[in-house]
């Protein structure tokens, strides 16, 4: 018999109240839920996430979850982005090398574990095939944590460490890919220096010019 996602739960409202207007929710089933979903993410991967094995773990019903989160792929989203482990670090040291070297590492502490590797290899595999999934990723998780390297490459031209007509879009590119194909695509441990080899790389391809100095 399948669960109405817009029906009460006795499990989860107490007497009276299922139907009260207004009522806040309650902050604790939120971390709950949102934990137990990145612990079956690294369990399970997100093929092997379902709404039911998340409420089970979660100690809620199903309708807590839909009302909080109306699908599979909106609630992976949510604990993705919750997640501060997955946060790429806000730093301003005053130096773009040491900036991204900051950011290069925890990439590579995420990229280095198991856990991140089949979560991540999941949900790259579903992009193609599921658009809800694609759209929350990219303009919810994605694009949040390239904003922040953006910040510290534009930090690095206004203090003319970075060529000014610079590619943001690429260098942000040059330095998470590698670290990609060899972790995740290709299954392989990265290297102890991977945070300040990729960062050197992009520092000695997009140094300032002449026409930088002088400006």
């Known amino acids: 018999m ?13 007497p009276g109240e299922a139907r009260r207007p207004g009522r806040p929710r309650d902050a604790r089933r939120d971390e709950a839920i949102l934990a137990a979903t990145l612990a079956i993410l690294r369990e399970q991967g997100y093929v092997g996430l379902t709404i039911e094995r998340v409420a089970v773990t979660a100690g809620v ?24 482990r997955l946060a790429i670090p806000v730093v ?60 510290v490459l534009q930090r690095g031209v206004d203090r003319g460490e970075l060529a000014a007509d610079v590619d943001f879009a690429l260098v942000y590119d040059l330095l998470m890919g590698p670290l990609f194909m060899r972790a995740v695509v290709w299954g392989e441990p990265l290297p102890a220096d991977a945070a300040e080899s990729t960062t050197d790389v992009v520092l000695t391809a997009f140094a300032p010019g002449p026409e930088d100095i002088e400006a």
């Open 2 to 14: 399948t669960t109405n996602p817009s029906a009460g739960d006795a499990r989860d409202e107490a």
């Open 61 to 84: 019903g199903r309708p807590t979850i839909y009302r909080r989160w109306p699908s599979k792929p909106a609630l992976v989203v949510a604990a993705l982005v919750h997640s501060t």
């Open 92 to 151: 301003d040291t005053g130096s773009l090398r040491r900036d991204l070297i900051a950011v290069q590492r925890r990439q590579v502490d995420l990229m280095s574990s198991p856990d991140s590797r089949r979560v991540t290899a999941g949900l790259i595999a579903d992009l193609a095939t599921d658009p809800e999934l694609a759209q929350s990723y990219v303009s919810q998780y994605l694009a949040p944590r390239r904003a922040v390297v953006w910040q």
